[in-house]
Protein backbone atom coordinates (compact mmCIF):
# COMPACT_ATOMS: atom_id res chain seq x y z
CA UNK A 1 0.00 0.00 0.00
CA UNK A 2 1.27 3.66 -0.48
CA UNK A 3 0.78 7.24 0.85
CA UNK A 4 -1.12 9.39 -0.93
CA UNK A 5 -2.09 12.85 -0.79
CA UNK A 6 -5.07 14.74 -2.53
CA UNK A 7 -4.65 18.14 -3.09
CA UNK A 8 -8.36 19.71 -3.88
CA UNK A 9 -10.46 23.28 -2.72
CA UNK A 10 -13.52 20.81 -2.63
CA UNK A 11 -13.61 19.26 1.01
CA UNK A 12 -16.35 16.73 0.49
CA UNK A 13 -14.31 15.47 -2.58
CA UNK A 14 -11.07 15.15 -0.67
CA UNK A 15 -13.40 12.94 2.63
CA UNK A 16 -14.80 10.78 0.13
CA UNK A 17 -11.95 9.49 -1.53
CA UNK A 18 -9.49 9.89 2.48
CA UNK A 19 -12.51 7.27 3.02
CA UNK A 20 -12.70 5.10 -0.47
CA UNK A 21 -8.11 5.16 -0.60
CA UNK A 22 -8.09 4.22 2.76
CA UNK A 23 -10.80 1.34 2.73
CA UNK A 24 -7.71 -0.05 0.25
CA UNK A 25 -5.30 0.26 3.07
CA UNK A 26 -3.58 3.23 1.30
CA UNK A 27 -3.00 6.12 3.92
CA UNK A 28 -4.30 9.28 2.38
CA UNK A 29 -4.11 12.61 3.81
CA UNK A 30 -5.65 15.94 2.15
CA UNK A 31 -5.26 19.68 1.47
CA UNK A 32 -7.37 22.43 -0.13
CA UNK A 33 -4.28 24.55 -1.88
CA UNK A 34 -1.37 23.98 -3.38
CA UNK A 35 1.07 25.52 -0.49
CA UNK A 36 -0.26 23.14 2.24
CA UNK A 37 -0.07 20.21 -0.16
CA UNK A 38 3.34 21.40 -1.07
CA UNK A 39 4.18 22.02 2.67
CA UNK A 40 2.55 18.53 4.00
CA UNK A 41 4.41 16.79 0.78
CA UNK A 42 7.55 17.62 1.92
CA UNK A 43 6.25 15.31 5.62
CA UNK A 44 4.27 12.53 4.63
CA UNK A 45 6.42 11.56 1.75
CA UNK A 46 3.35 10.26 -0.64
CA UNK A 47 4.28 8.15 -3.80
CA UNK A 48 1.23 9.31 -5.10
CA UNK A 49 -0.43 12.79 -5.60
CA UNK A 50 -3.94 12.81 -6.89
CA UNK A 51 -3.95 17.07 -7.67
CA UNK A 52 -6.82 19.03 -9.23
CA UNK A 53 -6.36 21.87 -11.55
CA UNK A 54 -8.18 24.87 -10.86
CA UNK A 55 -7.74 25.83 -7.33
CA UNK A 56 -8.40 29.51 -5.82
CA UNK A 57 -4.56 31.23 -5.33
CA UNK A 58 -2.44 28.57 -7.21
CA UNK A 59 -3.57 26.23 -9.89
CA UNK A 60 -2.48 22.60 -9.36
CA UNK A 61 -1.10 23.40 -12.60
CA UNK A 62 1.61 25.82 -11.62
CA UNK A 63 2.03 23.67 -8.86
CA UNK A 64 2.76 20.54 -10.51
CA UNK A 65 6.43 21.12 -11.17
CA UNK A 66 7.23 21.81 -7.62
CA UNK A 67 5.21 18.40 -6.42
CA UNK A 68 7.44 16.44 -9.43
CA UNK A 69 10.50 18.39 -7.83
CA UNK A 70 10.03 16.80 -4.38
CA UNK A 71 13.27 14.93 -3.90
CA UNK A 72 10.83 11.18 -3.78
CA UNK A 73 9.60 12.14 -7.12
CA UNK A 74 5.79 11.23 -6.59
CA UNK A 75 3.44 10.43 -9.20
CA UNK A 76 1.22 12.95 -10.10
CA UNK A 77 -2.67 12.22 -11.68
CA UNK A 78 -4.42 15.91 -12.75
CA UNK A 79 -8.14 16.08 -11.93
CA UNK A 80 -10.43 19.01 -13.17
CA UNK A 81 -13.83 19.71 -14.38
CA UNK A 82 -13.00 21.48 -16.91
CA UNK A 83 -12.89 19.20 -20.25
CA UNK A 84 -10.42 21.42 -22.21
CA UNK A 85 -8.04 19.94 -24.62
CA UNK A 86 -5.33 22.72 -23.54
CA UNK A 87 -5.15 21.80 -19.79
CA UNK A 88 -4.86 18.15 -20.79
CA UNK A 89 -2.28 18.80 -23.13
CA UNK A 90 -0.41 21.11 -20.51
CA UNK A 91 -0.54 18.56 -17.75
CA UNK A 92 1.10 15.60 -19.53
CA UNK A 93 3.50 18.33 -20.72
CA UNK A 94 4.47 19.08 -16.99
CA UNK A 95 4.81 16.01 -15.74
CA UNK A 96 1.48 14.27 -15.06
CA UNK A 97 1.31 11.21 -14.75
CA UNK A 98 -2.49 10.65 -15.61
CA UNK A 99 -5.46 13.60 -16.33
CA UNK A 100 -8.43 12.24 -15.08
CA UNK A 101 -12.10 14.49 -15.12
CA UNK A 102 -14.52 15.16 -12.41
CA UNK A 103 -17.18 13.65 -11.38
CA UNK A 104 -14.58 11.17 -10.91
CA UNK A 105 -15.44 7.76 -11.92
CA UNK A 106 -14.19 5.39 -8.73
CA UNK A 107 -13.32 2.58 -11.12
CA UNK A 108 -11.08 4.56 -13.74
CA UNK A 109 -9.19 6.33 -10.40
CA UNK A 110 -8.20 2.90 -8.89
CA UNK A 111 -7.11 1.81 -12.25
CA UNK A 112 -5.07 4.68 -12.90
CA UNK A 113 -3.59 4.14 -9.33
CA UNK A 114 -2.76 0.67 -9.66
CA UNK A 115 -1.08 1.13 -12.74
CA UNK A 116 1.14 3.98 -11.48
CA UNK A 117 1.84 2.40 -8.54
CA UNK A 118 3.06 -1.53 -9.86
CA UNK A 119 4.27 0.35 -12.63
CA UNK A 120 6.79 2.24 -10.04
CA UNK A 121 7.80 -1.62 -8.40
CA UNK A 122 8.23 -2.97 -11.35
CA UNK A 123 10.78 -0.14 -13.26
CA UNK A 124 13.83 -1.09 -14.34
CA UNK A 125 16.72 1.46 -14.55
CA UNK A 126 18.20 2.12 -17.64
CA UNK A 127 20.03 5.35 -17.04
CA UNK A 128 23.61 4.89 -18.87
CA UNK A 129 22.84 4.89 -22.67
CA UNK A 130 25.53 3.51 -24.59
CA UNK A 131 27.12 5.82 -27.11
CA UNK A 132 29.94 6.42 -29.12
CA UNK A 133 32.33 9.75 -28.47
CA UNK A 134 31.02 11.77 -30.62
CA UNK A 135 27.24 11.22 -29.94
CA UNK A 136 26.45 8.60 -32.67
CA UNK A 137 25.38 5.44 -32.11
CA UNK A 138 27.34 2.05 -31.45
CA UNK A 139 26.90 -0.71 -33.08
CA UNK A 140 25.50 -3.18 -30.44
CA UNK A 141 25.85 -6.50 -29.66
CA UNK A 142 27.34 -9.13 -26.69
CA UNK A 143 26.12 -11.98 -28.76
CA UNK A 144 28.34 -14.74 -30.43
CA UNK A 145 27.02 -13.20 -34.24
CA UNK A 146 27.82 -9.61 -33.41
CA UNK A 147 31.48 -10.39 -31.67
CA UNK A 148 32.85 -12.46 -34.89
CA UNK A 149 31.58 -9.38 -36.71
CA UNK A 150 33.44 -6.90 -34.73
CA UNK A 151 36.54 -8.89 -35.20
CA UNK A 152 35.46 -9.03 -39.20
CA UNK A 153 35.43 -5.15 -39.41
CA UNK A 154 38.82 -4.69 -37.28
CA UNK A 155 40.38 -7.01 -39.33
CA UNK A 156 39.11 -5.59 -42.80
CA UNK A 157 39.18 -1.63 -41.82
CA UNK A 158 42.72 -1.05 -42.50
CA UNK A 159 43.03 -2.97 -45.70
CA UNK A 160 41.63 -1.82 -48.88
CA UNK A 161 39.46 -4.87 -49.88
CA UNK A 162 36.15 -3.92 -50.97
CA UNK A 163 33.20 -5.25 -48.64
CA UNK A 164 29.44 -6.29 -49.08
CA UNK A 165 27.43 -5.89 -46.43
CA UNK A 166 24.19 -8.12 -46.62
CA UNK A 167 21.20 -8.73 -44.61
CA UNK A 168 17.44 -7.76 -43.98
CA UNK A 169 16.22 -3.96 -44.24
CA UNK A 170 16.82 -2.25 -41.04
CA UNK A 171 19.98 -4.43 -39.87
CA UNK A 172 22.23 -1.73 -39.63
CA UNK A 173 24.22 -2.62 -42.63
CA UNK A 174 25.04 1.44 -42.71
CA UNK A 175 26.37 1.35 -39.27
CA UNK A 176 28.49 -1.29 -40.02
CA UNK A 177 29.65 0.62 -43.38
CA UNK A 178 30.51 3.51 -41.17
CA UNK A 179 31.79 1.45 -38.33
CA UNK A 180 34.58 0.05 -41.31
CA UNK A 181 35.54 3.93 -42.27
CA UNK A 182 35.90 5.34 -38.76
CA UNK A 183 38.20 1.87 -37.94
CA UNK A 184 40.25 2.69 -41.33
CA UNK A 185 42.87 4.41 -42.10
CA UNK A 186 41.64 7.43 -43.26
CA UNK A 187 38.87 8.24 -40.62
CA UNK A 188 38.92 11.86 -41.14
CA UNK A 189 38.44 11.41 -44.56
CA UNK A 190 34.75 11.74 -45.89
CA UNK A 191 31.92 8.74 -45.99
CA UNK A 192 29.75 9.65 -49.05
CA UNK A 193 26.54 7.26 -48.75
CA UNK A 194 24.40 6.22 -52.12
CA UNK A 195 21.26 4.88 -52.29
CA UNK A 196 20.99 3.28 -55.73
CA UNK A 197 17.11 2.62 -55.28
CA UNK A 198 16.36 6.16 -55.18
CA UNK A 199 17.20 7.70 -57.94
CA UNK A 200 16.03 6.60 -62.00
CA UNK A 201 19.06 5.20 -63.97
CA UNK A 202 19.93 8.46 -65.39
CA UNK A 203 19.87 10.65 -62.46
CA UNK A 204 21.88 8.24 -60.74
CA UNK A 205 24.93 7.93 -63.08
CA UNK A 206 24.83 11.55 -62.94
CA UNK A 207 24.60 11.13 -59.31
CA UNK A 208 27.32 8.61 -59.02
CA UNK A 209 30.08 9.81 -61.72
CA UNK A 210 29.26 13.42 -61.88
CA UNK A 211 28.57 15.31 -65.13
CA UNK A 212 29.65 18.40 -67.35
CA UNK A 213 28.52 21.22 -67.98
CA UNK A 214 25.77 20.85 -71.05
CA UNK A 215 26.15 16.84 -70.92
CA UNK A 216 22.19 16.69 -71.14
CA UNK A 217 19.13 18.75 -71.18
CA UNK A 218 19.36 21.26 -67.68
CA UNK A 219 22.96 20.15 -66.96
CA UNK A 220 23.71 23.81 -66.66
CA UNK A 221 26.59 23.75 -64.53
CA UNK A 222 29.36 20.73 -64.00
CA UNK A 223 28.68 19.05 -61.06
CA UNK A 224 30.74 16.40 -59.27
CA UNK A 225 29.62 12.73 -58.36
CA UNK A 226 29.96 10.69 -55.53
CA UNK A 227 32.98 9.35 -55.97
CA UNK A 228 34.66 12.26 -56.67
CA UNK A 229 33.21 13.90 -53.54
CA UNK A 230 34.67 10.86 -51.37
CA UNK A 231 38.25 11.58 -52.63
CA UNK A 232 40.45 9.28 -50.24
CA UNK A 233 37.58 8.08 -48.37
CA UNK A 234 35.18 5.54 -48.47
CA UNK A 235 31.91 5.42 -50.50
CA UNK A 236 28.78 3.21 -49.39
CA UNK A 237 26.44 1.94 -51.95
CA UNK A 238 23.23 0.91 -50.52
CA UNK A 239 20.63 -1.56 -52.39
CA UNK A 240 23.38 -2.64 -54.56
CA UNK A 241 20.89 -4.80 -56.27
CA UNK A 242 19.06 -1.95 -58.08
CA UNK A 243 21.60 -1.14 -60.31
CA UNK A 244 20.96 -1.40 -64.26
CA UNK A 245 23.22 -2.91 -66.33
CA UNK A 246 24.74 -0.17 -67.81
CA UNK A 247 25.65 1.06 -64.68
CA UNK A 248 26.60 -2.54 -63.26
CA UNK A 249 29.41 -2.12 -66.25
CA UNK A 250 30.66 1.20 -64.91
CA UNK A 251 31.10 0.30 -61.41
CA UNK A 252 33.09 -3.01 -62.81
CA UNK A 253 35.45 -0.65 -64.59
CA UNK A 254 36.01 1.74 -61.10
CA UNK A 255 36.50 -1.66 -59.22
CA UNK A 256 39.03 -3.01 -61.77
CA UNK A 257 40.53 0.33 -62.51
CA UNK A 258 40.32 3.20 -59.90
CA UNK A 259 38.52 5.28 -62.53
CA UNK A 260 34.95 6.60 -63.83
CA UNK A 261 33.69 9.01 -66.62
CA UNK A 262 31.67 11.78 -65.69
CA UNK A 263 28.84 12.11 -68.21
CA UNK A 264 29.89 14.19 -70.62
CA UNK A 265 33.45 14.24 -70.24
CA UNK A 266 36.74 13.20 -72.19
CA UNK A 267 38.85 12.50 -69.47
CA UNK A 268 38.52 9.45 -66.98
CA UNK A 269 39.27 10.60 -63.27
CA UNK A 270 40.99 8.02 -61.03
CA UNK A 271 39.72 7.51 -57.66
CA UNK A 272 41.09 6.21 -54.08
CA UNK A 273 37.81 5.84 -52.41
CA UNK A 274 36.94 2.75 -50.46
CA UNK A 275 34.09 0.96 -51.83
CA UNK A 276 31.40 -0.46 -49.68
CA UNK A 277 28.30 -2.23 -50.85
CA UNK A 278 25.04 -3.39 -48.64
CA UNK A 279 22.09 -5.45 -50.29
CA UNK A 280 18.98 -6.86 -48.43
CA UNK A 281 18.41 -9.51 -51.31
CA UNK A 282 20.92 -12.70 -52.40
CA UNK A 283 23.06 -11.14 -54.65
CA UNK A 284 23.72 -14.88 -55.90
CA UNK A 285 20.35 -15.54 -57.04
CA UNK A 286 19.97 -12.43 -59.31
CA UNK A 287 23.44 -13.70 -60.80
CA UNK A 288 21.75 -16.62 -61.58
CA UNK A 289 18.58 -15.09 -63.21
CA UNK A 290 20.67 -13.03 -65.40
CA UNK A 291 19.69 -9.98 -63.20
CA UNK A 292 23.42 -8.93 -62.00
CA UNK A 293 26.99 -9.47 -63.19
CA UNK A 294 28.65 -12.48 -61.92
CA UNK A 295 32.08 -10.58 -62.37
CA UNK A 296 31.00 -7.39 -60.28
CA UNK A 297 29.34 -9.70 -58.18
CA UNK A 298 32.70 -11.58 -56.95
CA UNK A 299 34.36 -7.90 -57.09
CA UNK A 300 32.08 -6.38 -54.89
CA UNK A 301 32.23 -9.65 -52.23
CA UNK A 302 35.95 -9.85 -51.68
CA UNK A 303 34.69 -9.47 -47.84
CA UNK A 304 31.23 -10.50 -46.46
CA UNK A 305 29.82 -9.03 -43.65
CA UNK A 306 26.33 -10.80 -43.13
CA UNK A 307 23.76 -9.07 -40.54
CA UNK A 308 21.38 -11.48 -38.54
CA UNK A 309 18.26 -10.14 -38.07
CA UNK A 310 17.20 -9.08 -34.78
CA UNK A 311 15.14 -12.12 -33.92
CA UNK A 312 17.95 -14.45 -34.15
CA UNK A 313 19.74 -12.18 -31.78
CA UNK A 314 17.43 -11.40 -28.95
CA UNK A 315 20.11 -11.75 -26.53
CA UNK A 316 21.46 -8.33 -27.87
CA UNK A 317 17.56 -6.60 -27.06
CA UNK A 318 18.47 -5.08 -23.73
CA UNK A 319 21.93 -3.32 -24.64
CA UNK A 320 19.93 -2.10 -28.02
CA UNK A 321 17.00 -0.85 -26.30
CA UNK A 322 19.31 1.63 -23.88
CA UNK A 323 21.60 2.41 -26.34
CA UNK A 324 18.92 3.66 -28.54
CA UNK A 325 17.28 5.32 -25.76
CA UNK A 326 19.96 7.09 -25.44
CA UNK A 327 19.98 8.62 -28.93
CA UNK A 328 16.20 9.07 -28.66
CA UNK A 329 15.63 11.16 -25.47
CA UNK A 330 18.72 13.55 -26.93
CA UNK A 331 16.90 14.14 -29.96
CA UNK A 332 13.29 14.37 -28.48
CA UNK A 333 15.03 16.11 -25.69
CA UNK A 334 13.27 14.25 -23.16
CA UNK A 335 14.83 11.99 -20.62
CA UNK A 336 12.83 8.77 -20.68
CA UNK A 337 15.37 6.28 -18.48
CA UNK A 338 13.18 3.60 -17.17
CA UNK A 339 11.31 0.56 -18.27
CA UNK A 340 8.78 -1.58 -17.41
CA UNK A 341 9.72 -5.10 -16.91
CA UNK A 342 6.79 -6.30 -18.64
CA UNK A 343 8.09 -3.84 -21.56
CA UNK A 344 10.84 -5.27 -21.86
CA UNK A 345 9.40 -9.01 -21.78
CA UNK A 346 7.18 -7.80 -24.41
CA UNK A 347 10.04 -6.66 -26.85
CA UNK A 348 11.86 -9.94 -26.41
CA UNK A 349 9.29 -12.03 -27.24
CA UNK A 350 8.31 -9.81 -30.64
CA UNK A 351 9.82 -11.55 -33.93
CA UNK A 352 11.13 -7.74 -35.21
CA UNK A 353 10.19 -8.41 -39.16
CA UNK A 354 11.26 -4.67 -39.25
CA UNK A 355 14.52 -5.28 -37.09
CA UNK A 356 16.30 -2.61 -35.48
CA UNK A 357 14.60 0.19 -37.21
CA UNK A 358 11.29 -1.05 -36.18
CA UNK A 359 12.89 -1.44 -32.89
CA UNK A 360 13.92 2.35 -33.49
CA UNK A 361 10.66 3.76 -34.58
CA UNK A 362 8.59 1.98 -31.75
CA UNK A 363 10.73 3.37 -29.07
CA UNK A 364 10.67 6.53 -30.51
CA UNK A 365 6.71 6.79 -30.97
CA UNK A 366 7.06 5.54 -27.39
CA UNK A 367 9.15 7.88 -25.98
CA UNK A 368 7.50 11.02 -27.78
CA UNK A 369 4.31 9.54 -26.45
CA UNK A 370 5.11 9.04 -22.50
CA UNK A 371 3.96 11.59 -20.13
CA UNK A 372 6.41 10.93 -17.76
CA UNK A 373 10.33 9.28 -17.21
CA UNK A 374 9.40 5.96 -18.10
CA UNK A 375 8.11 3.67 -21.00
CA UNK A 376 4.91 1.05 -19.97
CA UNK A 377 3.26 -1.43 -21.96
CA UNK A 378 0.17 1.28 -23.33
CA UNK A 379 2.62 2.91 -25.22
CA UNK A 380 3.73 -0.20 -27.78
CA UNK A 381 2.32 -0.63 -30.78
CA UNK A 382 -0.31 -3.01 -31.43
CA UNK A 383 1.03 -5.47 -33.38
CA UNK A 384 3.84 -6.07 -30.63
CA UNK A 385 1.39 -6.38 -27.71
CA UNK A 386 -0.68 -8.51 -30.11
CA UNK A 387 1.84 -10.77 -31.35
CA UNK A 388 4.42 -10.35 -27.70
CA UNK A 389 4.22 -14.02 -26.54
CA UNK A 390 6.85 -16.85 -26.19
CA UNK A 391 4.09 -18.77 -28.85
CA UNK A 392 3.88 -16.20 -31.27
CA UNK A 393 7.47 -15.87 -31.23
CA UNK A 394 8.57 -19.31 -31.81
CA UNK A 395 5.56 -19.77 -34.25
CA UNK A 396 7.25 -16.67 -35.74
CA UNK A 397 10.55 -18.51 -36.09
CA UNK A 398 8.85 -21.63 -38.25
CA UNK A 399 8.13 -18.99 -40.62
CA UNK A 400 9.98 -18.58 -44.40
CA UNK A 401 11.70 -15.42 -45.31
CA UNK A 402 9.37 -14.97 -47.97
CA UNK A 403 5.95 -15.36 -45.70
CA UNK A 404 7.83 -13.18 -43.01
CA UNK A 405 8.65 -10.49 -45.65
CA UNK A 406 4.72 -10.91 -46.61
CA UNK A 407 3.58 -10.48 -43.64
CA UNK A 408 5.42 -7.49 -42.85
CA UNK A 409 5.16 -5.71 -45.58
CA UNK A 410 1.01 -6.34 -45.66
CA UNK A 411 1.05 -4.81 -42.05
CA UNK A 412 2.92 -1.88 -42.62
CA UNK A 413 0.86 -1.15 -45.71
CA UNK A 414 -1.84 -1.31 -43.69
CA UNK A 415 -1.06 0.95 -40.86
CA UNK A 416 -0.13 3.82 -43.12
CA UNK A 417 -3.49 3.08 -44.96
CA UNK A 418 -1.45 1.95 -48.02
CA UNK A 419 0.18 5.38 -48.32
CA UNK A 420 3.31 4.22 -50.46
CA UNK A 421 5.71 6.71 -49.93
CA UNK A 422 5.29 6.26 -45.95
CA UNK A 423 5.49 2.54 -46.14
CA UNK A 424 8.68 2.74 -48.28
CA UNK A 425 10.85 4.73 -45.39
CA UNK A 426 9.31 2.44 -42.66
CA UNK A 427 10.49 -0.32 -44.90
CA UNK A 428 13.73 1.38 -45.85
CA UNK A 429 13.19 0.42 -49.57
CA UNK A 430 12.45 2.15 -53.07
CA UNK A 431 9.48 2.36 -54.29
CA UNK A 432 10.20 0.45 -57.22
CA UNK A 433 11.22 -2.68 -54.94
CA UNK A 434 7.95 -2.08 -53.20
CA UNK A 435 5.58 -2.37 -56.43
CA UNK A 436 7.57 -5.69 -57.11
CA UNK A 437 6.72 -6.91 -53.61
CA UNK A 438 3.49 -6.02 -53.57
CA UNK A 439 2.89 -7.76 -57.21
CA UNK A 440 5.12 -11.09 -55.95
CA UNK A 441 2.61 -11.33 -53.19
CA UNK A 442 -0.78 -10.11 -54.95
CA UNK A 443 -0.95 -7.92 -51.84
CA UNK A 444 -4.73 -5.69 -52.37
CA UNK A 445 -5.75 -2.49 -50.79
CA UNK A 446 -8.67 -3.26 -49.63
CA UNK A 447 -9.80 -0.11 -49.73
CA UNK A 448 -8.96 0.29 -53.18
CA UNK A 449 -10.54 2.97 -55.23
CA UNK A 450 -8.35 2.88 -58.16
CA UNK A 451 -6.34 5.40 -56.92
CA UNK A 452 -2.70 4.49 -55.33
CA UNK A 453 -1.47 6.75 -52.64
CA UNK A 454 1.92 7.75 -53.64
CA UNK A 455 2.72 11.14 -52.30
Known amino acids: MANILVVDDDIASCRTLQLHLGSQGHDVSWENSVEAGLETARQFHPQLIVLDIRMPDRSGLDGLPDFKAIPESPKVIMITAFHDMQSTIEAMQRGADDYIHKPIDIDELDEAINKILNQSKEEDSLLEAKTSASGGLNIVGNGRAMK ?6 GLVAKSPATVLITGESGTGKELVARAIHDSGVNPQGPFVAVNCAALVETLLESNMFGHEKGAFTGAITRQPGKFELAR ?33 AKQAQSTN ?51 LLGRINRELRRNVTHIARDVLQKLK ?25 TLTTDLLPAE ?40 CEILGISRPRLRRIITQYGLENPAESGMERDD
Not at 148 to 153: A, E, L, Q, S
Not at 234 to 259: C, G, H, M, N, W
Not at 352 to 360: A, K
Open 384 to 423: ILNSASENNASESLELSLEDMERLHVKRILASVDWHKGRA
Open 148 to 153: DIFKTI
Open 273 to 323: ARIIAATNVSLGELVESGEFRKDLFYRLQVVNIHLPPLRERREDLTDLVQT
Open 349 to 373: NYHWPGNVRELENALMKAVALSPGD
Open 232 to 264: EGTIFLDEISELSPAIQAKLLRVLQYKEFTPLG
